[in-house]
């Protein structure tokens, strides 16, 4: 299982062309998040979001092999239009990972939004690695819903 002695984290980064405040409501208006929250390959089933301090958010996705994954959690933070922070929990199909903890910023660049997640708390480099791939792939797609 590859466990790691301590946790390790995620950090990625994305500029984007739009200012914070649209940057941020993509994040948290579910018409926006459905258009671009999930990994390349991977279709949103069904949404649910509750964007406050204990709040819950949850998505159902269907992968390619035709499984289903659930992701949820609970909004911790909610700072507009600066930052949030959430629990993160994956299930389904003999997935069932412990909870980790996404903070993210949208940092100001006048005009542009600078984006950092850190996914934090994962207890095996596989989980992190494919916790990667999965974000890498959703960055990717806010990148290009903001290029349009």
């Known amino acids: 299982m590859n ?20 940057v941020f409501a993509a994040w948290t208006d579910i018409a926006k998040a459905t258009r ?9 089933v069904a949404c649910e979001m509750d964007v406050r301090p204990g709040g819950i958010w949850q998505r159902r996705l269907r ?3 035709g499984r289903v994954i659930v992701k949820h959690g609970v909004y ?9 922070v959430f629990t993160y929990n994956t299930e389904g199909n003999g997935i069932d990972d412990p909870e980790t ?8 660049l ?10 934090t708390a994962f ?15 959703a960055l ?5 819903y903001f290029a349009d």
């Open 3 to 22: 466990v790691v002695a301590k946790p390790v984290d995620l950090v990625l980064k994305r500029d984007l062309a739009a200012p914070r405040e649209q």
């Open 36 to 44: 671009w929250w999930v990994p390349h390959d991977f279709t949103i």
């Open 63 to 65: 992968a390619p092999d």
């Open 76 to 84: 911790r933070e909610v700072v507009r239009p600066e930052r949030l």
């Open 101 to 108: 903890l996404v903070t993210v910023t949208f940092a100001d």
């Open 110 to 119: 006048g005009g542009r939004t600078r984006l950092t997640l850190r996914h």
């Open 123 to 137: 207890l095996t480099e596989a989980s992190r690695l494919d916790h990667e791939g999965g974000w890498t792939g």
């Open 140 to 144: 990717d797609r806010v990148v290009a």
